[in-house]
């Protein structure tokens, strides 16, 4: 089945305690990008892949980090967690010339304590 | 700086009823717009458009954009208490996604 598999589903951590989210896709996409959801702010774009070792900054890249050493896998890296990073993160990926937009995971929920 | 705006931001209707939901939009590098549907959970995929006037179509969904005017509407007929979610537009702009903040609709039975 093709999906994007984000891990973990929710985690709770403290402060400065670096942590890694993992993103895997399994349909070839070029593209890839995570992006953060907040209540009454919608949906932003952290970074983005064109592939591989090829990455750049969304609207909110601070406090981020991001490799794509593989096409399949796009990690998220926060190197000292705050209180101000817990949110709804999102993975998703597309082929970059399609017609299907974007594939999702099902998203991680981070708390930071 | 890119923006994408939806209106309105929350929306209930009666089963039955037609809704229909707006997204206006200032990018440079236009490339695509895009409809999602998230339920509690990952968006889903709607519609891609990226051409004027051209209406696309599923089931009670259908969607068109207007490139002159910068603008986007999703239409949905004949709504059922299924349709509840919150639909998001986005904007392909050069290699970023941009998100409006979404319509929240609430069909009640």
């Known amino acids: 089945e093709a999906q994007v598999t984000q891990n973990p589903r929710y985690l709770i951590t403290v402060t400065g305690k670096k942590l890694t989210v993992t993103c895997s896709q399994n349909m070839n996409h070029e593209y890839m990008s995570w992006y953060r959801q907040d209540p009454g702010l919608g949906l932003r774009q952290i970074y983005y892949s064109m592939n591989v070792e090829v990455t750049d900054k969304g609207d909110v890249p601070e406090g981020y980090k991001v490799s794509r050493k593989e096409k399949r896998n796009f990690p998220l890296i926060l190197e000292s967690p705050s209180p101000n990073q817990t949110s709804l993160y999102f993975c998703?990926?597309?082929?970059?010339?399609?017609?299907?937009?974007?594939?999702f995971g099902s998203g991680t929920r981070l708390t930071v304590v | 700086e890119d923006k994408v705006v939806q209106s309105p931001l929350s929306l209930v209707v009666h089963e039955g009823d037609t809704v229909t939901l707006n997204c206006s939009y200032e990018v440079t590098n236009f490339r695509s717009l895009l409809w999602y549907k998230q339920e509690k959970k990952a968006p889903t995929f709607l519609f891609m458009l990226t051409s004027s006037g051209i209406e696309k179509k599923s089931g009670r969904l259908s969607s068109i954009l207007d490139k002159k005017e910068l603008f986007s509407i999703l239409n949905i007929t004949a709504t059922q208490t299924g349709d509840s979610a919150v639909y998001l537009c986005?904007?392909?702009?050069?290699?970023?996604?941009?998100f409006g903040k979404g319509t929240s609709l609430l069909v009640t039975p």
């Open positions: 986005a904007v392909e702009a050069g290699y970023a996604l941009n």
């Open positions: 998703a990926s597309s082929f970059w010339q399609d017609g299907y937009g974007y594939t």
